[in-house]
């Protein structure tokens, strides 16, 4: 049955279609069939869409921005399956929590494409992707860089999540401004902006 003849369809994996029993199929899979061996609730996910959607982001992206690279929010889902392909096509990887990393890790990830983000990391999840050389840490909080600044890491660079306007969360007391400066080797700091709830990278000089 063609796609175009089925209302919302196109909604589906790129692979969808109601073959001649009338069922959904993804992959070549029939869904009911699928159900009966596995039950539900049944997540499905097609490595021909995932592929394709990968690759579109990339060339659109490269179009306009030539040195991008396009990360994949692990949050959302994660397995040594997905994490394979998003190596194979080359895309960058976003995680929030040690389980993702360690799958990540477990795969052969590259970690200098990896960033790590959330508000609540723990040092027992810092120290294996220090250990590592995850590419980034995104800082959400002073509690972070404390600890960053105790694992002794050495790290030169982070990123700062920002989530209010500027004058109000860039450091204005002095143990901050020290945190930063001593984090970035006693070097002068500086933030470049970005619009308020982006990203700023701190830089030394």
Request: charged share 20%; aromatic share 10%; net charge negative.
């Amino acid at each position: 049955m063609n796609i175009n003849s089925v209302p919302k369809l196109s909604l589906f994996p790129l692979t969808a279609e109601v073959n001649h029993q009338g069922h959904l199929s993804v992959g070549g899979c029939d869904v009911v069939d699928l159900v009966k061996e596995y039950g539900t609730p049944l997540y499905l996910f097609d490595e021909f869409t995932i592929r394709h959607k990968c690759r579109e982001f990339k060339a659109e992206f490269s179009k306009r921005y030539p040195d991008t690279l396009v990360s994949y929010a692990s949050k959302a889902f994660l397995n040594r399956a997905l994490a394979l392909i998003l190596n194979q096509e080359n895309l960058g990887l976003d995680v929030v929590s040690g389980g993702e990393l360690s799958i990540a890790h477990s795969v052969g990830f590259p970690l200098a494409e990896i960033y790590f983000h959330g508000n609540n990391k723990t040092p027992e999840e810092l120290k294996p992707a220090l250990n590592w050389g995850i590419g980034r840490v995104v800082v959400d909080n002073f509690y972070e860089l404390e600890l960053l600044d105790e694992s002794g890491c050495g790290r030169k660079e982070v990123f700062w999540q920002v989530a209010q306007a500027m004058s109000e969360v860039l450091p204005h007391g002095d143990k901050e401004k020290q945190l930063l400066q001593g984090f970035l080797y006693g070097k002068q700091s500086y933030v470049k902006e970005q619009a308020p709830g982006q990203q700023v990278q701190l830089f030394s000089e």
